[in-house]
C-alpha cells in the first residue's frame, strides 16, 4: 500500500488481494498505537497479543479462499463495548471494579467476523454524560489536529484514535450527540444509524431510550462496510429492530441526483459561531441544496431530549449515586442528582412532545430525502474551558456542545457526519440527517462530498 495511512476498506483490498497481510497490518497499528498515543490519550487498554492472533487467523481465512470485507483492518471501541478479558469501565472509577467480560459485544464479533481485527479500548466521557471529552480518572483525550483543544465526548478516545491515525475504525456511542461531536471536533465521517438498527447488548447504558451505537472513520466508504457488517437482528436488545440487513455499501457510489435536499433554519441556525454556520452553507453549495426548512418546535425537543437524558440516566444510577457519590467526576455526579429530582410529570411531558415532535418531523420528509445542519455550535474548545459565548450570551459548555445534535437523535434519526476544513485551522463537522432507516442516503450524500473533496479526513499531524 502506497498510502501511508490506509483506510479500513484499502486495507481490506490489500489483504484480499495478498499484497499485505493482516498481521503486517496490525503489527503496524500497535506500533503507531506504542509510539504515538502517549500524546492523545486515546486508548485504556491495548490487546496486543490478542490482536496478532486475530490477525492471524484472518490472513489463514484469506489463504484458504475466503475474502472478508474487512480482511485485516485494525479497530478499537468505547470501553462502554464488552470486550472478553477486561472489565467494562464506560469511562468510570467505579466501574473497573467489575469482573471482566465473559464474551464480546455483538457488534464486536459482527466486525470480526467480517475480517476487522480488534486492538484495544478507548478513553470515553465518564458513563458517556460528556460532550468535552474531559476523563478525570483517565485524564482527557487530546485533539490530533491540536492538543490544546477537546476532541468532543463522549465517544472521545474513538475519535482521536482514528484522527491520529492509530486506527482507521472506531465505535463510538451516541445518546445525544457522542459520535457527531468527536467527528466534527477531530475532522471524521462518523454515523449514527436510526435507533434500533444496530443491536447494543454487551455495551453499558446510558439512556436507553436514547442510545445508539455507530462507526467514526477517516472515509464514508468505511463508515458504509462497518455498518453493513454489524447489522442484524439482534434478540438481546429489546430495541433492536427485527429488520434484516440492508447493505449500504454497495449503493455508496450511486449520486445524489433525484435527493431532495434542504438546509435546517430557525433552531439550527441560532445560537452558534460564524463557522458553523459557513460549514453547513458550504456543503449545501456543493450538493445544490437552495431550500430552508424548520423543525417545528426543535428548540422545545431539545429541552424534552435534557429532562428524558438526566431522568433516565439518573434511576440507572441511582444505586452507585446513594453509595459511591464520591467516587463519580462531580460534573457528571451533579447533572445525575439534578436529574434524580425530576418530577414524573415533566418526563410525561416530554414523552409527549416527544411523539408530536417525531410525527410533525416526518411530515418535513415527505418533501425532502435530506436536511443538513451544523454538527456543533463552535470548532473544538480548549481543554479545560468552560464556557463559549454564543449569540452575545455565556454559556457553559460541556451541557451546550449538543445544542445541535440534540433534536435529532431524540426522535432515532438516521445522521452521517461529514468534516469540513474551512481553513487552515480545526475542522467542524455538518449532520448529513436522513428519514428513519435510510442510512443509505446519508452515506451517499457524505460519499459524493468525499468525492467531491468538500469533505476530507486527514490524518493529524503528530
Known amino acids: 500500500m502506497s498510502n501511508e495511512f490506509p483506510t479500513a476498506t484499502e486495507i481490506a483490498a490489500s489483504v484480499r488481494a495478498r499484497k499485505t497481510s493482516a498481521r503486517e497490518t496490525t503489527a503496524a497499528a500497535l506500533a503507531r498505537i506504542a509510539a504515538l498515543d502517549h500524546k492523545v490519550n486515546s486508548f485504556t487498554d491495548v490487546l496486543a497479543e490478542r490482536a496478532l492472533a486475530a490477525a492471524d487467523r484472518v490472513d489463514a481465512r484469506v489463504k484458504a479462499g475466503e475474502a472478508p470485507p474487512l480482511a485485516g483492518s485494525p479497530f478499537a471501541v468505547k470501553n462502554?463495548?464488552?470486550?472478553?478479558?477486561?472489565?467494562?469501565?464506560?469511562?468510570?472509577?467505579?466501574?473497573?471494579?467489575?469482573?471482566?467480560?465473559?464474551?464480546?459485544?455483538?457488534?464486536?464479533?459482527?466486525?470480526?467476523?467480517?475480517?476487522?481485527?480488534?486492538?484495544?479500548?478507548?478513553?470515553?466521557?465518564?458513563?458517556?454524560?460528556?460532550?468535552?471529552?474531559?476523563?478525570?480518572?483517565?485524564?482527557?483525550?487530546?485533539?490530533?489536529?491540536?492538543?490544546a483543544h477537546m476532541t468532543g465526548g463522549s465517544s472521545s478516545g474513538s475519535g482521536a484514535a482514528v484522527a491520529a491515525g492509530l486506527v482507521p475504525l472506531a465505535l463510538g456511542s451516541d445518546t445525544n450527540g457522542s459520535i457527531r461531536v468527536p467527528a466534527s471536533f477531530c475532522g471524521l465521517f462518523g454515523l449514527k444509524p436510526t435507533y434500533g438498527r444496530l443491536s447494543r447488548a454487551g455495551t453499558f447504558p446510558f439512556v436507553a431510550s436514547l442510545d445508539h451505537l455507530g462507526p467514526l472513520a477517516r472515509s464514508a466508504a468505511d463508515l458504509a462496510a462497518s455498518y453493513d457488517a454489524m447489522q442484524g437482528p439482534d434478540p438481546e436488545d429489546p430495541a433492536c429492530a427485527g429488520r434484516l440487513p440492508e447493505p449500504a455499501a454497495k449503493e455508496i457510489d450511486k449520486g445524489i441526483a433525484g435527493l431532495r435536499i434542504a438546509t435546517l433554519g430557525g433552531?439550527?441556525?441560532?445560537?452558534?459561531?460564524?463557522?458553523?454556520?459557513?460549514?453547513?452553507?458550504?456543503?449545501?453549495?456543493?450538493?445544490?441544496?437552495?431550500?430552508?426548512?424548520?423543525?417545528?418546535?426543535?428548540?422545545?425537543?431539545?429541552?424534552?431530549?435534557?429532562?428524558?437524558?438526566?431522568?433516565?440516566?439518573?434511576?440507572?444510577?441511582?444505586?452507585?449515586?446513594?453509595?459511591?457519590?464520591?467516587?463519580?467526576?462531580?460534573?457528571?455526579?451533579?447533572?445525575?442528582?439534578?436529574?434524580?429530582?425530576?418530577?414524573?410529570?415533566?418526563?410525561?411531558?416530554?414523552?409527549?412532545?416527544?411523539?408530536?415532535?417525531?410525527?410533525?418531523?416526518?411530515?418535513?420528509?415527505?418533501?425532502?430525502?435530506?436536511?443538513?445542519?451544523?454538527?456543533?455550535?463552535?470548532?473544538?474548545?480548549?481543554?479545560g474551558q468552560k464556557t463559549f459565548v454564543l449569540d452575545g450570551n455565556t454559556l457553559a459548555v460541556r451541557p451546550n456542545i449538543g445544542i445541535y445534535t440534540q433534536p435529532i437523535s431524540f426522535i432515532g434519526l438516521p445522521v452521517g457526519a461529514v468534516p469540513v476544513w474551512l481553513d487552515k485551522g480545526l475542522p467542524i463537522g455538518v449532520q448529513v440527517i436522513a428519514p428513519p432507516w435510510r442510512e443509505d442516503v446519508a452515506l451517499r450524500v457524505a460519499y459524493a462530498l468525499e468525492r467531491g473533496g468538500v469533505s476530507t479526513a486527514p490524518v493529524a499531524a503528530l
Open 80 to 147: 462502554l463495548f464488552d470486550v472478553a478479558g477486561i472489565a467494562t469501565r464506560a469511562g468510570s472509577k467505579i466501574n473497573r471494579e467489575r469482573a471482566p467480560a465473559t464474551e464480546d459485544s455483538i457488534l464486536i464479533r459482527r466486525l470480526e467476523q467480517a475480517g476487522a481485527v480488534l486492538v484495544g479500548a478507548l478513553n470515553m466521557g465518564e458513563y458517556a454524560y460528556d460532550f468535552t471529552g474531559e476523563n478525570v480518572h483517565d485524564g482527557a483525550a487530546r485533539n490530533p489536529h491540536d492538543l
Open 267 to 383: 433552531h439550527f441556525a441560532r445560537m452558534g459561531e460564524p463557522d458553523a454556520f459557513a460549514a453547513v452553507t458550504r456543503v449545501a453549495a456543493a450538493l445544490g441544496a437552495r431550500e430552508t426548512v424548520e423543525l417545528p418546535e426543535a428548540t422545545r425537543a431539545r429541552a424534552a431530549a435534557y429532562v428524558i437524558t438526566a431522568a433516565e440516566g439518573a434511576t440507572l444510577h441511582l444505586e452507585r449515586l446513594r453509595t459511591r457519590a464520591a467516587d463519580f467526576d462531580p460534573d457528571v455526579r451533579d447533572r445525575l442528582l439534578a436529574g434524580a429530582l425530576i418530577p414524573a410529570a415533566w418526563t410525561i411531558a416530554a414523552q409527549k412532545l416527544r411523539r408530536w415532535y417525531r410525527t410533525r418531523v416526518l411530515e418535513v420528509f415527505e418533501r425532502f430525502d435530506v436536511l443538513l445542519a451544523p454538527a456543533a455550535p463552535v470548532r473544538a474548545p480548549k481543554i
